[in-house]
């Protein structure tokens, strides 16, 4: 989700209305006209953000064109898909996203986060107004726990007046990877285009008077647009078509560990938008250096922007941020029940390393388990080790850290 964009933008991705007809529709350039192009130029760009830009910076990756696979996978109905929202008569959509550089963060932090908007074109107004009451739909069924690590909480309506074709706005608080972040949207229908605001800060102060105002400016950019009164360039996006990234060349392979081992296991994982791949490991002796190891494993993550890595890195190397990854993995990989859990980050050299130890009791000894989590770019790597406590070593684990870091850079 990534674990940081799901977080941040779940209830930005909604966009609501009812199906009412009427409104003052600019009529000059017909609906069937709207080009990608058109879309490009319809959402707000910085200069047009007022005082909710200050700080923020253009966030290429989460702008831009938005596909029917890419909205499915921002959607709070996991059933959804690219086809399912083409049959719906989505065509395209576009978002333009703006966001303080290294926030959220762990600490408590105040104001804006991020401030986005975007628009969606329909087949038609029909197929826009059966979009939009969905979302709403959705909202009321999937608010509590929205996947095992998010939940959307507090959700409630405000009345929009004077925007678009029925505008309506919502507030809603999402939770998860230890972050509180509290959004309001506002989003409106002209004919078959859905236009949307969202603003998330880090505190619950009231912002929907500038959220109602930023709205506004999109719906006339809107109908400047449908009624060819708006012809500018679109803001430049730069970095936004890097090549893919395959995290199996990445992940820690035999020739990078001590001779002896063997592979136990390998295969590419998706959560989300993060791909990754993981490669367990068989230790000759079960020894590692001069600890006895139970269990090895080396994955690699692709994340969805270097400031979400940066984020997943710096949470990783937090008390709170350690201790809910150790019983992740306890939990869901050693299937282990968690019993008298210790956790403790503990420094590494290198701004771009995290570590910690964690240790619990089980039924026949004291288990330790050893995280190294090394970042470079969009590429989060890691390396987990599980040994008896008091024969497990930090040390062994953390002096693979310069080979994990090598194989992160090995390849562009």
Known sequence: MTPLRGAAFLLCGLVLASCGQGGNRAADRPDAEVTKADLAIMVVPADELGGLAQGLRLAPED?????????????????????????????????????RPGAPSGKRTRGVVSVGSSVELMQDAVDASRFLNKQVNDHERFEGTVSDHVRLTGASGFPVRGIGEEA???RGTVRGFGLVLHTT???????????????????RRDVRAAATRLAITLDSRIQRVLGGQLQEDP??????????????????????????????????RRHGNVRSFLREF???GGRLGSSEVLYLRSMTQILESEDTAAFTLRY?????????????????VLKAELRALAVRPFEVEGADTAAAVATFRAPKMQVAIVLLYVRSGVA????TAVGPAGELDPGDVVALAPALRARLRSTP
């Open 63 to 99: 702008s831009g064109s938005s596909s029917n696979a890419a909205a499915a996978r921002q959607s709070l109905d996991p059933k959804d898909s690219a086809r399912r929202l083409r049959g719906a008569g989505r065509v395209v959509g576009y978002e333009l996203t703006y966001m």
């Open 316 to 332: 990783a190397g937090t008390a709170k941020g350690s201790r809910r990854l150790a019983r992740v993995f306890a939990s869901g």
């Open 282 to 284: 068989d230790l000759a």
């Open 235 to 268: 803001v430049p996006l730069p970095g936004v078509k890097r090549p893919r990234i395959d995290p199996k060349p990445l992940t820690l392979r035999l020739a990078d560990l001590p001779p002896g081992p063997t592979v136990a296991g390998e295969g590419y």
């Open 185 to 203: 949207v506002v989003a409106f229908r002209r004919g078959r285009i859905v236009g949307s605001v969202g603003v998330v800060r880090a505190d």
């Open 168 to 170: 309506e706005g919502i």
């Open 380 to 383: 989060l790597g890691s390396l």
